[in-house]
């Protein structure tokens, strides 16, 4: 359902731009109305739309996204910029706005999604819908997982439209922002609906999505690894068959025993090591940065072309789960079910695998793999959902440039890295479309801080998010002037 379409279309083909004119990324930002932004009143700002956005409980399901959107929606036409708000299924929504540039360049879109996860209330010291402010951090749910996004790629358009536009400047790129809905159960009504029913609103060349991460490493900013591509997402289904009756008879064979058996060969079992470009360029420069002299060498040889030093790296590596999640496809078990009371032997018995591959790896090839693990007959391994492979996006494109001038500019310590995230995002059906799309987490956090999202007390420090919106701010400014 259209619920308002203000304006007309701009939608420019792949063939209406000179490509020369598109690679280049200015070091500084120049223009002395970009320079005169007063930082202090953005980031002040930029806090009250975020504290307005988790106000809103958008919890996914039933998602109710369209209030976020219509918020958006009003303090976009406030700056008189062109928006299109949609309403796909009953309170949930799509919100497309733009900025139009001279199309010299083909568009860039900001992507973020207005829907969150649930909450365990007794759990939070603070309403997780009440946008609190202590001791230099934001809380709520979705201060990070997305509407932190949400609310600096808002602002950064602004930027745009008052520090650019408004003051007789150009953009070559049209600038798209996009809320989504439905990220956290499959998109359908977000990004996948915007795909099915209105692709010549977001026809881009760059697309600056979630997915990526901004690292602080023992009290120091470290860096900024920027996804460019992630792993497929796969179901599998694990069942075990054997005889089945009373429970007082015991049976050899008990399904249950036999999925136990097989479930614990695949504990027992990992992929094998295979590195990416990505994976080896993303160790490879953070060898240059890292703080543990072990870590730093394995790193090194991770990177490297020698087979055996690279398996004596990732046997450092793996002993940091995040680290092992990109170094091989991974198995997790997350589900069990068999039975139907506790005196009846069941015939059957099942688990859920959650398995992750590598871009590029077969699902089949790891499933037969894994039956030869299990090494029994009577235990059937099926594929029971898909996932679909995307390719990568180029980390020596002009958007990767711009991302890292910016990193370079606000903080020169830090290194950017391209990064393969181990979680699905809506960056995939826009890279199967021909999209360059990038994933960040703009906002420095540690590990501590990190691991709040979709957990208790999620939050954003206050400085992170100052950061993070210079930061999307300042790579879109290089890219599309």
């Not at 003051?167 to 809320?179: C, E, F, M, N, Y």
Request: glycine share 8%; net charge neutral.
């Amino acid at each position: 359902m259209l619920l308002r379409r203000a304006g007309a279309t701009v939608f420019r083909s792949a063939r209406s731009f000179t490509a020369s004119s598109c690679t280049n990324v200015t070091a500084t930002l120049k223009s002395s109305h970009v320079q005169a932004i007063d930082w202090a009143a953005v980031a002040r700002e930029t806090i009250e739309h975020l504290q307005r956005m988790i106000r809103i409980d958008t919890v996914n399901p039933p998602g109710n996204e369209l209030a976020v959107a219509q918020y958006l929606d009003g303090v976009l036409k406030a700056e008189r910029i062109e928006t299109h708000l949609f309403e796909p299924a009953p309170g949930r929504a799509a919100l497309v706005a733009r900025l139009a540039g001279d199309g010299t360049c083909r568009p860039v879109i900001l992507m973020a999604h207005m829907d969150v996860v649930g909450v365990e209330r007794a759990n939070w010291t603070v309403d997780p819908f009440g946008g609190e402010t202590v001791g230099g951090y934001l809380y709520g749910r979705g201060a990070i997982d997305d509407k932190g996004m949400l609310a600096a790629n808002l602002e950064t358009m602004l930027l745009l439209k008052r520090h650019v536009i408004d003051v007789g400047d150009t953009l070559t790129r049209d600038v798209i922002v996009i809320a989504n809905s439905d990220e956290e159960a499959g998109g359908e009504f977000g990004m996948g609906w915007l795909v099915d029913n209105h692709r010549e609103l977001i026809d881009a060349e760059f697309v600056l999505n979630e997915g990526g991460r901004t690292r602080i490493v023992r009290g120091e900013p470290l860096y900024v690894a920027v996804q460019n591509t992630e792993k497929v997402l796969y179901d599998v289904t694990v069942t075990a068959h054997g005889p089945g009756g009373h429970a007082a008879i015991p049976l050899a064979g008990n399904a249950v025993f036999r999925l136990g058996r097989a479930l614990a060969a695949i504990g027992g079992y990992q992929e094998p090591v295979r590195l990416t470009p990505t994976t080896r360029e993303f160790f490879g420069q953070l060898a240059k940065v890292w703080p543990d002299m072990t870590e730093r060498r394995a790193m090194n040889d991770v990177a490297s072309r020698d087979r055996r030093r690279v398996l004596r790296g990732a046997r450092v590596l793996a002993t940091t789960p995040v680290f092992n999640a990109v170094l091989r496809t991974g198995i997790s078990a997350t589900v069990i079910s068999g039975g139907i009371r506790s005196n009846v032997i069941p015939t059957e018995a099942t688990a859920l695998l959650n398995i992750r591959t590598l871009p590029g790896e077969s699902i089949d090839a790891v499933v037969s793999r894994l039956r030869r693990v299990i090494d029994d007959s009577r235990v059937e391994v099926t594929v029971s959902r898909r996932g679909e492979d995307a390719p990568a996006s180029d980390f020596s494109s002009p958007m990767f440039a711009a991302i890292a001038a910016t990193v370079k500019e606000l903080a020169p310590e830090m290194v950017t890295v391209p990064y393969m995230s181990t979680g699905a995002t809506d960056s995939a059906r826009l890279r199967q479309l021909g999209m360059q799309a990038y994933g960040l987490l703009p906002f420095p956090m540690d590990q501590e801080d990190e691991d709040r999202m979709h957990g208790n007390d999620e939050r954003i420090p206050l400085a992170s998010l100052d950061f993070g919106t210079r930061l999307i701010f300042g790579a879109v400014h290089r890219v599309a002037r």
